[in-house]
């Protein structure tokens, strides 16, 4: 698996976020750019997965957000992690979106 998530992009859509599992796992948001603008995750307490989540966020897209891609992970807090290590290693910075997070509590990764 590659430390960045390289999935397609989707449409933030409720009819794509429909199509989803309610699998858990991590997700990601993106302007029409392509550019991350939040990193988040389906957990044990998410209702309906990924489904739910990514509904959520159609229905009140976050900082422009306008395309999504998920990944079916059951580790999704260490994946989680992982993905925002490496945005915070690509940008020196979180994700807009990301206000939750406490940079400091993250690891550091250099990804080659």
Same mark, same amino acid.
């Given at each position: 698996m590659a430390v960045r998530m390289t999935k397609p992009w989707r449409p933030?859509?409720?009819?794509?976020?429909?199509?989803l599992s309610g699998n858990l796992g991590v997700y990601e948001l993106s302007n029409e750019e392509g550019e991350v603008v939040?990193? +988040?995750a389906a957990t044990g307490r998410s209702l309906y997965g990924l489904r739910g989540e990514v509904m959520a966020k159609a229905e009140h897209p976050p900082a422009g957000a306008t395309q999504f891609r998920v990944e079916v992970n059951t580790a999704y807090r260490t994946r989680h992690g992982e993905l925002l290590a490496?945005?915070?290693?690509?940008? +020196?910075?979180?994700?807009v979106a990301n206000t939750d997070v406490d940079p400091k509590r993250l690891g550091r990764l250099s990804p080659g």
């Open positions: 933030l859509t409720l009819t794509e976020a429909k199509r939040f990193i +988040g490496v945005y915070m290693h690509d940008h +020196g910075r979180l994700p």
